[in-house]
């Protein structure tokens, strides 16, 4: 499956974005899906994960409270809306996909992956 992010951008502290993944597939509703962020010199690390329905979701601990991801099957697409932006909060966004009807928290789970979406939260 091929997918596209969008929507990333620089924001001061405080603000908000919301990040769009489109899906090539039309069996999107098969994937579990996820958001991944990758800062500089760190690890890519899991932000939020969705089950193939949306029914059931993942957020790290980091972002609980803040960041809520959602998915639209008729659209074939994956959200990820962010609020009360910080700055340790910047990082490349990546979306990615896991065939199964669960959600997953390894990397290693999800097959296909976006080009990414730089966020910028200025302080």
Do not use: H
């Not at 620089?10 to 098969?30: D, I, K, P, Y």
């Amino acid at each position: 499956v091929q997918l596209v992010e969008s929507g990333g951008g620089l924001v001061q502290a405080g603000g908000s974005l919301r990040l769009s993944c489109a899906a090539s597939e039309r069996t999107f509703s098969n994937y579990a899906m996820g958001w991944f962020r990758q800062a500089p010199g760190k690890e890519r690390d899991l932000v939020a994960a969705i089950s193939w329905s949306g029914g059931n979701t993942y957020y790290a601990d980091s972002v609980k409270g803040r960041f809520t991801i959602s998915r639209d099957n008729a659209k074939n697409t994956v959200y990820l809306q962010m609020n009360s932006l910080k700055p340790e909060d910047t990082a490349v966004y990546y979306c990615a996909a896991a065939p199964g009807r669960s959600y997953y928290v390894s990397l290693y789970d999800y097959k296909s992956w976006g080009q990414g979406t730089q966020v910028t939260v200025s302080s």
